[in-house]
Each structure stands twice: as structure tokens, then as C-alpha cells.
């Protein structure tokens, strides 16, 4: 099974700031997305995290609120800007191989915003 | 997108007990996976299974892709099975991959 480490666990931020969240795969993986699990509900793609370029963001979700970098094949980060108590969630990481085999998922990253 | 139904939401069970839950989906998919959220908030791979049966020690896992759903069985239920169970399914074809969630069962288990 994949290896996928995302940090911080979890933090607690003021509104209006930003917090970058990092995620960092081994080398089994080839796709990276990251979710949104918003208190009591289930996960939502946020966007697709592509080499090299820019992310591919599903409905609903911006580039200005959630700008997301992949310098290279195994790192990248999501970034929460200009946070909201609406932003308080969970932020997962996921990593699949080339094609969309089995997903791995990261630990998490449990935000509130107060 | 394809539409992912899971059932019960909710099942409360004494330890020692079956369960059997459930996830249908609206289209084809290649890949189906379950999953066990822990109260952390991490999830938990339980079974990668588009197609098929598997089992690992006490659950186990069956995919009828033909009539698009899959259940997921649980034995001798222990008060660590506890828990929201996520079904995922994705059509994946070159580099569009979307894996979509159901709603998920939370599954209680008292002692």
C-alpha cells in the first residue's frame, strides 16, 4: 500500500488568515487529489493536484480559495486562504497509481477557524 | 457524475453481532473501494473491489458491478469496528479519475 504523509494534523486559526497544508507521497503513487470533509458529512473532491500546472478544480471549488502546488511527483500542498468558520473541516490528501488504481488517503488535517 | 447510495445510514449492534451494509451506484464503474473512518478522522482501506469477493479476517466484501452495488459484511462485530464506513467508486479511463463517496453508515457497537 501507498505511503502518504500530510501535516499539520490539525490546527486551530484565526478567521481571515491562511494555512498551507503539505502532503507528501511515496513513490507508488502517480495521481494526487485532495478532499473536503466538512463536519458530519462525507468527502468532497476539492481539486486534482497536477504536476507541473495548474490544478483542476471540480464545481464549487476556486482557485483563489484553495491554491494548490505540485512542484514535483510526490509533494504537494493545499492551501486554505482567507478562512472562514465555514472553512472548519477536514482536509485529506490522496494518492492513487497511474490509471486510478486503489486511492490511499493521509491521516488528515482537522481545521478550525474561530 | 455517478450517484453513490449507501444503506443503513445508521446501525447500532451489540458486540458479537452481523452486519451487512450496502452501496449502489448509477453507472459502471472499474474501481471500488470501501473504507473504515476511524474517530480521528483517518481513513482506513478496507477493501479495493470492483468486481468479485475478498475477505480479510472478519469482514468481507462482494461487488456485483453487473447490478451496481456491493456489500460489505462484518462478523462477530467488536466495539472497535465502531465507526463511519465509506463506499467509493470512480470510472477511471487515462488521467480522468474522480473518485466519488456515498454518505457513508456510522456504525455503533456496544458492549
Known amino acids: 500500500s501507498a505511503v502518504i504523509s500530510q501535516k499539520p494534523s490539525r490546527d486551530i486559526c484565526q478567521r481571515g488568515t491562511s494555512l498551507t497544508i503539505q502532503c507528501q507521497v511515496d513513490?507508488?503513487?502517480?495521481?494526487m487529489f485532495w478532499y473536503r470533509q466538512q463536519p458530519g458529512q462525507s468527502l468532497t473532491l476539492i481539486a486534482t493536484?497536477?504536476?507541473?500546472?495548474?490544478?483542476?478544480?471540480e464545481s464549487g471549488f476556486v482557485i483563489d480559495k484553495f491554491p494548490i502546488s505540485r512542484p514535483n511527483l510526490t509533494f504537494s500542498t493545499l492551501t486554505v486562504s482567507n478562512m472562514s468558520p465555514e472553512d472548519s473541516s477536514i482536509y485529506l490528501c490522496s494518492g492513487a497509481g497511474r490509471g486510478g488504481t486503489e486511492a490511499f488517503f493521509g491521516q488528515g488535517t482537522r481545521l478550525t477557524v474561530v | 457524475g455517478i450517484q453513490v447510495e449507501q444503506s443503513p445510514p445508521d446501525l447500532i449492534l451489540q458486540e458479537g453481532a452481523n452486519s451487512t451494509l450496502r452501496c449502489n451506484f448509477s453507472d459502471s464503474v472499474n474501481n471500488l473501494q470501501w473504507f473504515h473512518q476511524n474517530p480521528w478522522g483517518q481513513l482506513i482501506n478496507l477493501f479495493y473491489?470492483?468486481?468479485g469477493t475478498k475477505q480479510n479476517g472478519r469482514l468481507s466484501a462482494t461487488t456485483v458491478a453487473t447490478e451496481r452495488y456491493s456489500l460489505l459484511y462484518i462478523s462477530s462485530s467488536q466495539t472497535t469496528d465502531s465507526g463511519v464506513y465509506f463506499c467509493a467508486v470512480a470510472y477511471s479511463g487515462g488521467s480522468n479519475y474522480k473518485l466519488t463517496f456515498g454518505k457513508g453508515t456510522l456504525l455503533t457497537v456496544n458492549p
Open positions: 513513490s507508488q503513487v502517480t495521481m
Open positions: 493536484a497536477n504536476q507541473g500546472s495548474e490544478a483542476t478544480y
Open positions: 473491489i470492483p468486481s
